[in-house]
């Protein structure tokens, strides 16, 4: 399973794809620089399932911080 953008482009069509998950792995890696990966880390942390923050470059890891404050506040 992944959230990786260059296999499903379309952020609206990979988080339709994540909704339909029946089984769910207990750890997703996100790269930080994929357009949508907040509102899908969101989800994925919502449903259970632990996000591993992938930075690929040093612009991701502003993103990257964001994502763990607003995940943070689901636990």
Not at 31 to 47: P, T, W
Request: proline share 3%.
């Amino acid at each position: 399973m992944t959230t990786f953008a260059a296999i499903v482009e379309d952020p609206r069509e990979r988080l339709e794809m994540i909704r339909g998950w029946t089984k769910l792995p207990d750890l997703v890696a996100a790269n930080q620089g994929d357009e949508g990966i907040d509102e899908i880390s969101e989800l994925l942390s919502a449903r259970g399932v632990g996000v591993e923050a992938c930075v690929l470059g040093v612009g991701d890891t502003e993103q990257s911080r964001s994502c763990a404050m607003r995940l943070d506040s689901f636990d």
